[in-house]
């Protein structure tokens, strides 16, 4: 029901624009969320918007080069990553969670949709 696209293979300092679209149901009332999975190690938040629309809480890692946002009509999330990494190199999960509180959007375990992945390759 989460369709995660727009990975690729991009040049350090280069962008990405990602997409995770929602079907079979509305997530209105679901907080939205980016993880990112490196091979080796643990699935890490980076960046959640609250089901208001109303608070978007940012890995610290990220803020100031990647921007999200949702577009409800669509039922799609975006993330725009600029000034890339190759630390940023992972695979890129959307999940969804329903009426998320700010403290818990960080938490993988309150998502209860998740994407299929999108590989993120930062190289040159």
């Known amino acids: 029901q989460l369709q995660a696209s727009g990975g690729g293979l991009v040049q350090p300092g280069g962008s990405l624009r990602l997409s995770c679209a929602a079907s079979g149901r509305t997530f209105t009332d679901y907080a939205m969320g980016w993880f990112r999975q490196a091979p080796g190690k643990e699935r890490e938040f980076v960046v959640a918007?609250?089901?208001?629309?109303?608070?978007?809480k940012y890995a610290d890692f990220v803020k100031g080069r990647f921007t999200a946002s949702r577009d409800k009509a669509r039922n799609t999330m975006y993330l725009q990553m600029n000034s890339l990494k190759p630390e940023d190199t992972a695979v890129y999960y959307c999940?969804?969670?329903?009426?998320?509180?700010?403290?818990?959007?960080?938490?993988?375990?309150?998502?209860?949709?998740w994407g299929q992945g999108t590989q993120v390759t930062v190289s040159s």
């Open positions: 999940a969804a969670g329903p009426r998320l509180i700010t403290s818990s959007l960080s938490d993988p375990n309150r998502y209860e949709y």
């Open positions: 918007i609250k089901q208001s629309g109303s608070g978007t």
